[in-house]
Nanobody, 122 residues
Framework: QVQLVESGGGLVQAGGSLRLSCVVS????????MGWFRQAPGKERDFVAG????????FYADSAKGRFTISRDNAKTTLYLQMNSLKPDDTAVYYC???????????????WGQGTQVTVSA
């Protein structure tokens, strides 16, 4: 069993920054590809960013490119999402997820956290 716990969400003004964290426990963190997704009210859960088990390979949704950075610390079994230049459209619940493969598809992720709310005010 794998457990994922996100933290770091909150309320921030447009243009501000937040860093989300996701602590993973239960199995060998370093063997999983990881991803961040987000879900705004009334919308589907969308891919934001992902990276390989080593952290060397990354991929971003167009909405995140140039503003968000995904990273991981395998020694701390923690995934991060640094979010800069935040916009009101970034308001959503953000979820971390683990997969056996490097993928952007939500259905390929086997384990999910409970989510953390990010609210960006204009």
């Amino acid at each position: 069993q794998v457990q994922l716990v996100e933290s770091g969400g909150g309320l921030v003004q447009a243009g501000g920054s937040l860093r989300l964290s996701c602590v993973v426990s239960g199995r060998t963190f370093s063997t999983y590809a990881m991803g961040w997704f987000r879900q705004a009210p009334g919308k589907e859960r969308d891919f934001v960013a992902g990276l390989t088990w080593s952290g060397r390979g990354t991929f971003y949704a167009d909405s995140a490119k140039g503003r968000f950075t995904i990273s991981r610390d395998n020694a701390k079994t923690t995934l991060y999402l640094q979010m800069n230049s935040l916009k009101p459209d970034d308001t959503a619940v953000y979820y971390c997820a683990a997969s056996d493969r490097f993928t952007t598809r939500r259905s390929d992720y086997d384990y999910w956290g409970q989510g953390t709310q990010v609210t960006v005010s204009a």
